[in-house]
């Protein structure tokens, strides 16, 4: 006979499977598609071949801190517990690996289409960034529920959210320090000194910062999401356990699951209503989320009806705050990073009186937009609290990241577009090609901002979830309270802790952007014909330096989260550490919302500037818009996102050590 819960089965594994078939029936799409001329295929390889070579290297590394990681996890908790961390790990690494290497080959495909017309050309972008959105939330649920049903373990579940972080953090530092080191060293030369345009073929730095956009963007955000799509599943999972299905440990692992995967079908039928009719890219973009939302209530109150029953709703209402939020924090990262808007033109305008009154005004703005996304995270968290307790809360995130599929597809988008508009300019095409790839990378940069918006609420909420398990792990006897010494030494401790890692981020694209100015100084000094065009620039040289600057530079900051909990807990004890936690979590947030925002409003200051306003390219404001677009590139692609996963994996180490605290 046939159960309710086998057929909860049959939709987490059919829906785990239909992203996955359907990202690779867009890849087998999108690879069928033509690549232009010899000379276009020429740029697209040696992109390729550097995005290969830095995960290749990037891989390397992060698999010997692995094994040496799963091992003491074998030692000191169990074998299943260092399975998952090898499970997550690996499905972290493949979704962003899989998605960049389509992306590095939808990008000439992107500029070929974009000679028949910017609707062809958003299709090819779009449809490549899907790949990447599906792959990761289909590997996600398949880690999660697959490693459940193979060992009904579920404290190794937690394991496998560590494999996941400590794939992110990599991911992100690594690919962050990759990117802004090229784009930092490249524009500095180029644009400021030489005085040549964006993604022209003389400057020899110019295919590492291409580069650079596929595995900071893609590859770094994918494992970011992926990870946080699998933290978020496993803490509801642990938390209801705990906390709201006591006794009924399959419905505490099947509910969280069937909203996720209930949500992966919403997100492939919204993804097929987005189609360009007309010129309004960005609102063609929203369309298929709305649409997607809108199927993934029905489904959230399809399901709560099954699992739960008509008498709970406020499950089902929590759920609802979850897509709220997703929706505030797209409303208002586009606000202040979208060029229609006065955040934006302000930091424009007054480029026009100097380089510095731009930073003073890109630091104004970042800093003021922290406030309204913590105002909507704390009414969520409240009104989630009310209605359902902190589970209300793991289900507010359950639903945010129910819709990372499609999140990541909108975000995906931006780095094709922006290597196709780079593919462009060096092959020397048309000017009614860039005209068509121009406004779709415009359109890429608020995209990539909004999604980090998304991506750093759904952290800290998913942070604030952890630390409720921990809490609840540690037993009712362990009570955090301010009046404790060491839970207020551990608060400060923890609220320093972003800083600290944002620092060593920021310093490393400073040391790899240096490397890269030198190199391309001394490629302009000593390779004559480059600025003429008669001599071809050493390209391979900045993409082998910023390689090695990504991963020297990312180890130490890497081991921040991990050591600190271990060593607070050990000299502080449980108290200390559980404050450290929200410390952690609560300046955590602040730094990456202003970074992340900050950095995307510079950037596109400048590409208002560039559209023709205030004196256009070349003008004194324009210069002014380049040193701030310049400081604000590591605070947007390197130290905030990387906060995201910096917060999770310091939770999950405290998770860790639960056993040893008790």
Same mark, same amino acid.
């Given at each position: ?5 086998d ?10 499977? !239909? ?11 999108? &690879?069928?598609?033509?690549?232009g ?113 193979? %060992? ?60 650079g ?47 996720m ?21 960005m609102g %063609? ?8 939302? !809108? ?25 609802? &705050?979850?897509?709220?939020v ?46 309204a ?55 020397g ?8 790839t ?52 551990g ?15 920021m ?7 240096g ?84 950095? !995307? ?22 210069? !002014?818009?380049?040193?701030?677009? %310049? ?6 692609d ?16 405290a ?8």
């Amino acid at each position: 006979m046939t159960t309710n819960m086998d057929y909860i089965s049959l939709l987490i594994w059919g829906a785990a499977g !239909a992203a996955v078939l359907y990202g690779l029936a867009l890849i087998w799409w999108v &690879l069928r598609l033509p690549t232009g001329s010899e000379k276009m295929m020429e740029i697209a390889s040696a992109i390729q071949q550097g995005a290969a070579a830095y995960l290749v290297r990037q891989y390397k590394v992060v698999a010997v801190v692995a094994a040496i990681i799963a091992f003491l996890i074998s030692q000191f908790l169990d074998l299943n517990s260092a399975l998952g961390f090898l499970v997550g790990a690996v499905a972290s690494a493949l979704a962003g690996l899989i998605g960049m290497l389509v992306a590095v080959r939808a990008n000439i495909r992107c500029t070929e289409a974009a000679k028949n017309g910017l609707p062809r050309a958003f299709e090819v972008a779009y449809k490549g960034g899907t790949v990447t959105g599906f792959l990761v939330v289909g590997l996600a649920l398949a880690a999660v529920y697959g490693f459940y049903q193979y %060992t009904h373990d579920v404290n190794a579940l937690v394991s496998l959210g560590f494999g996941a972080s400590l794939i992110s953090v990599f991911a992100r530092l690594g690919g962050g320090i990759y990117t802004k080191g090229a784009d930092v060293g490249t524009d500095m030369v180029g644009k400021v000194e030489a005085g040549i345009p964006e993604d022209d073929p003389r400057n020899p730095g110019v295919i590492a910062d291409l580069v650079g956009d596929n595995v900071g963007d893609d590859a770094g955000m994918a494992a970011d999401v992926f990870e946080t799509y699998v933290v978020t599943a496993v803490a509801a999972i642990l938390l209801g356990q705990l906390y709201a299905f006591p006794g009924q440990p399959q419905l505490a692992i099947n509910y969280p699951l069937s909203l996720m995967a209930g949500a992966i079908f919403a997100s492939i039928a919204g993804s097929l209503f987005v189609k360009l009719k007309g010129r309004s890219i960005m609102g %063609t973009l929203y369309k298929g989320l709305v649409i997607s939302t !809108a199927i993934a209530v029905l489904v959230f109150f399809a399901v709560t009806r099954l699992l739960i029953g008509s008498e709970n709703l406020s499950y089902f209402y929590s759920t609802l &705050l979850g897509l709220l939020v997703t929706a505030g924090m797209m409303v208002i990262t586009e606000y202040y990073t979208g060029t229609k808007y006065d955040p934006v033109k302000h930091i424009a305008h007054a480029s026009q009186t100097g380089h510095g009154t731009n930073v003073i005004a890109g630091l104004a703005v970042s800093l003021q937009s922290t406030f309204a996304p913590i105002i909507l995270i704390s009414a969520a968290t409240f009104f989630a609290f009310n209605l359902a307790g902190l589970y209300g809360i793991a289900l507010a995130v359950v639903a945010m990241l129910s819709l990372a599929g499609i999140v990541v597809a909108i975000d995906a988008f931006g780095p094709i577009t922006d290597n196709a508009g780079g593919i462009a300019e060096m092959s020397g095409l048309p000017k009614k090609v860039r005209d068509v790839t121009d406004p779709l990378d415009a359109v890429g940069n608020t995209t990539k901002a909004v999604t980090k918006g998304y991506a750093i609420a759904s952290a800290g909420l998913a942070a604030l979830v952890l630390f409720a398990v921990y809490s609840q792990s540690l037993g009712a006897d362990v009570v955090f309270s301010l009046s404790e010494p060491n839970v207020l030494i551990g608060l400060f401790i923890g609220g320093a802790l972003p800083y600290l890692f944002a620092s060593f981020a920021m310093e490393a694209v400073g040391k790899a952007g240096g490397a890269v100015v030198e190199e391309v100084r001394r490629q302009f000094r000593t390779i004559k014909g480059i600025m003429t065009g008669e001599a071809k620039p050493d390209y391979a040289a900045c993409v082998s330096i910023v390689t090695q600057a990504a991963q020297r530079e990312m180890l130490v900051p890497t081991l921040i989260p991990i050591l600190a909990p271990i060593v607070v807990a050990l000299f502080l004890g449980p108290l200390a550490l559980g404050g450290m936690l929200i410390g952690l979590i609560t300046t955590g947030l602040f730094v990456a919302i202003s970074m992340t925002t900050g950095g !995307a409003a510079w950037d596109n200051a400048k590409k208002y500037i560039e559209a023709g306003n205030l004196g256009g390219k070349g003008s004194f404001a324009h210069q !002014a818009a380049v040193t701030g677009d %310049t400081v604000g590139d590591p605070y947007k692609d390197t130290a905030g996102p990387a906060i995201n996963p910096m917060i999770k994996v310091a939770n999950i180490v405290a998770l860790l050590l639960v056993p040893f605290l008790k």
